[in-house]
Structure formats: C-alpha cells, structure tokens
C-alpha cells in the first residue's frame, strides 16, 4: 500500500514516537485508498477527520467509518450510519480469567457457568471494543458499563442506556465485531488487509 497522506498528516505523525507515526500513516494511507475507492475521489481529497488517538470521521452526509488494527492487519468499515469496529489475532496471548474477573464477571457471571474459554473472552472483548468505539468512548472509563449478551447478540451500556447489536467474524487468524444500533437489513463496506506493522 502506497502511503498517501496530507500535510497535515505528516505534520502530525512527526509528533508521535517512531513506531505511533508509522501506524498513523499506514492506517490513515489504508483508509484514504478505501475511501477513494468507495467515492470515486483521490485519495487525498477525502475529508477525513482522523487525529491520533481518536475515532476518525466524515463530514455530515458522507456516512461512518471505523477502523481497527492488531499486530499484523488493519480492518475499515463504512455504514450510512454510526458503527464500530474491531479486530484481534484469534492466537492472541493473554491472560484471559483474569480479564473475564476483572472486566466481565461483575455484569455477565451467568454466562460462563464453569465453561470459560479463551475464545469466548475473546470474543467478548473484541465485541465490547466495537461498541466503545460506536459510542466513542474511552475503553478505561466504559468497559465496565457494557453488558454483552450472546444469544441474542446484543450489548447494552447500562449506563447511558445504550442498546447495540453486534456481528461476529471469524476470518483466517482473525476475529472481527461490528457493532449497529439498525433492526433491519445490515450491509456494510468492510476491508480488512493483512499487514505487517
């Protein structure tokens, strides 16, 4: 993927640590090609508002995107309405009892009933990450907030009584969650490309 990417871009990126600055611009690069694609504009005529840290958007009229990177792959999504993204590696190392106590068993303990698996962790995580980023929120001050159930799939943020439906895909070494507010039919524009960081 050709870099492609606006001044103030690389303005930008020049004020982040060395591996930060190659991920803003390989992402905003993958996002601009996407993008442009979708539109039929260059690449560096998309107006996207996408500044380090926080969830990139559009102008009003052009719809929503998301995006979401692990160690070795980018995913965008583009919806008419708000949606929210998020991928990780399925052989992803982590430590995923202490998770679920530390983050899920206070709302959902119901749910495990003595058969907790890492891939279920996984998928719980990566579902309630789509969510904070449909709502754009910060995943320090929310995760505790969010319900996940997985029949139906729903997630509700018991605080701002957010009530969201959500899509699970595996592919390849990937898990990918959508997180929708709709009822009705869901189609999506997703890239997802391998990438190695």
């Known amino acids: 993927m050709q870099d492609v990417a606006t001044i103030e871009e690389i303005k930008t990126a020049k004020n982040l640590s060395s591996s930060r600055s190659k991920i803003f ?6 996002l601009r090609q996407s993008l442009s694609t979708l539109f039929d504009l260059d690449p560096l005529e ?3 508002n996408a500044h380090p840290g926080e969830p990139p958007s559009l ?5 929503n995107i998301s995006l979401s990177h692990c160690k070795d792959a980018i995913t965008i999504v583009w919806h008419k309405s708000r949606i929210g993204i998020d ?5 992803r190392d982590f430590n995923y009892v202490k ?4 983050y899920f068993f206070h709302t959902n303990k119901s749910i495990y009933n003595n058969c907790l698996t890492k891939n279920m962790i996984l998928n719980q995580w990566c579902a309630v990450e789509a969510a904070i980023k449909w709502d754009h929120g ?3 001050t929310d995760i505790n907030h969010w319900q996940f159930f997985e029949k139906p799939k729903k997630l509700i943020h018991k605080k ?3 009530h969201l439906n959500y899509l699970q895909i595996n592919f390849h070494h990937w898990t990918i969650a959508l997180a929708y507010e709709e009822k009705t039919s869901f189609n999506p524009e997703i ?3 391998s990438k190695n960081f």
Do not use: F, H, V
């Open 25 to 30: 611009l390989e992402t905003r690069a993958y």
């Open 46 to 48: 998309i107006p996207i």
């Open 59 to 63: 102008p009003s009229g052009m719809g």
């Open 87 to 91: 991928i990780e590696r399925t052989d």
């Open 99 to 102: 998770i679920a106590e530390k």
């Open 138 to 140: 910060k995943l320090a």
């Open 160 to 162: 701002k009584n957010i």
């Open 191 to 193: 890239i997802c490309c």
